[in-house]
Structures are given as structure tokens and as C-alpha cells.
């Protein structure tokens, strides 16, 4: 071997070993970004419904170069308890790091709604009625303005359940308004009133011979008024 040869055999084994090294040697992780709000909504605030500042958004900053992306979930506008999380993640595309940040706030109800009038009973009682029947759901929605009755109510649906424990579901549920006449959503000042009719042919309601005779099977649901607000009002029927 010449000394030209062995010196290209050092150096192209050097050139390896440095390479396997580098190849080998873990990547530096992002450090956790920090993360900044850009919006009005305090942290364990207390927002009337129709006042709830707009969404929020987030920006966030690291040891990389590029900066982080920075997205938020969970807003709503809707009554009740809500968390949003903003979450950073590192541009770093070999060992990015996520980083996430919460504020929590609530929303208070300004509407007061009703429960379903008689004939309807609720608090977890079974409303027990013929399959083909029509059920009238009468209920209040007060304290909001006049330009919002059109919209207070966002759907009215009735879902079937498992009679032997109602919070368990079966199928999708389905709309109880209709374009029928008598079967669309009324209302008058605060007043709602909705038909329900209920189907003649439910499935778990054919009849079912024991010992020679026909039975009659039960088919359980629960109907449920969801207002604009995000409030919801519902009833349990047992339709045999």
C-alpha cells in the first residue's frame, strides 16, 4: 500500500466513525414554550350568557428558532362550566416538544326555562303511553329578548334508550319537529308548544307470542328541548 493509499483509508475511516457518532448522538428537545393569551376571558371568570368574550388565541415562544405553533380548543359561548387549553408545539420536527396551558370560566344563565307541563312528568319518571300516540311537550322560556324567540329553541329530539337503564343509548337520535300541520314548534310570548307523534310500528313494540299469546313489548326513549343557550330540559317515555 502506497502512503497515499493509507493516508485515504485514515481519513475515509475517520470520516465514518465521525458520522456514526453525530448519527448516534441524541437530538436536543425544545425547551417548554411559553405560552401567552390573546383575549379578554379571565381565568375563573363569570360571563352572562350573550356577554362571553370572543375566542381566544395564542402565541408562544422557545429556544428554536422557528417559533412554536400555538392553537386553542374548547371555547364555547354556551351556559355552563368551560375549559380552554392552548397547546404549543415546538418546531423541533425531530423531538418537538407540546406544552399546554388552561383557563377555566363559566357561563351564566339569563334564561329561566321551564319544566315540560302536564300531561309530561320528569325527574327521571317513565312516561308510559300507545305507540302511535301524540305527545304534547309545553314548556317557558323567559328573560330573553323578542328578536331571539325564532332561535331559543336549538332541537328538539327524541332518542331511544335501554328501558332497563335509560342512560344507556340506542341508535341516532331524530327530530321531533315536522313540517305536518300541528307538529311544528309553536310559540306565543314565552309559551313553547311541541307534538310529538310517536311511531305505530316500534320495532321493540310488535307483538311477541308467549305460551300462544300475543305481548306486547316495551320501547323506552328520552325526549329532549335543548335551547339556544345550551340548557336542556328532557323526559323519559316507555311506548308500548
Not at 209 to 238: E, H, N, R, W, Y
Request: glycine residues 4%; contains cysteine; proline residues 5%.
Amino acid at each position: 500500500m502506497t502512503l497515499s493509499s493509507l493516508r485515504r483509508t485514515i481519513v475515509g475511516a475517520a470520516l465514518t466513525v465521525l458520522i456514526s457518532t453525530s448519527a448516534l448522538a441524541p437530538a436536543t428537545a425544545a425547551t417548554p414554550a411559553e405560552i401567552t393569551w390573546s383575549n379578554e376571558i379571565t381565568n375563573g371568570a363569570t360571563y352572562l350568557y350573550g356577554q362571553v368574550p370572543a375566542a381566544p388565541t395564542c402565541t408562544a415562544v422557545d429556544d428554536q428558532v422557528v417559533p412554536p405553533t400555538c392553537v386553542v380548543s374548547g371555547y364555547s359561548n354556551l351556559v355552563g362550566m368551560h375549559t380552554l387549553t392552548a397547546t404549543a408545539t415546538s418546531s423541533d420536527v425531530v423531538t418537538p416538544t407540546v406544552t399546554t396551558a388552561t383557563i377555566s370560566y363559566t357561563v351564566q344563565a339569563t334564561w329561566t326555562i321551564s319544566k315540560f307541563a302536564k300531561p309530561v312528568k320528569m325527574d327521571g319518571v317513565w312516561n308510559k303511553a300507545k305507540a302511535g300516540s301524540t305527545i304534547p311537550f309545553k314548556f317557558k322560556i323567559e328573560g330573553m329578548a323578542n328578536s331571539e324567540r325564532a332561535t331559543a329553541v336549538a332541537d328538539f329530539s327524541y332518542q331511544q334508550v335501554l328501558c332497563t337503564d335509560p342512560a344507556v343509548v340506542l341508535g341516532e337520535s331524530k327530530a321531533v319537529a315536522s313540517t305536518r300541520m300541528g307538529f311544528k314548534l309553536r310559540s306565543h310570548m314565552a309559551k313553547f308548544h311541541q307534538n310529538w307523534k310517536t311511531a305505530k310500528a316500534v320495532k321493540a313494540a310488535k307483538a311477541a307470542k308467549t305460551t300462544g299469546k300475543p305481548v306486547a313489548t316495551t320501547t323506552c326513549f328520552q325526549v329532549t328541548m335543548t335551547a339556544a343557550d345550551g340548557q336542556a330540559i328532557s323526559a323519559l317515555f316507555q311506548l308500548r
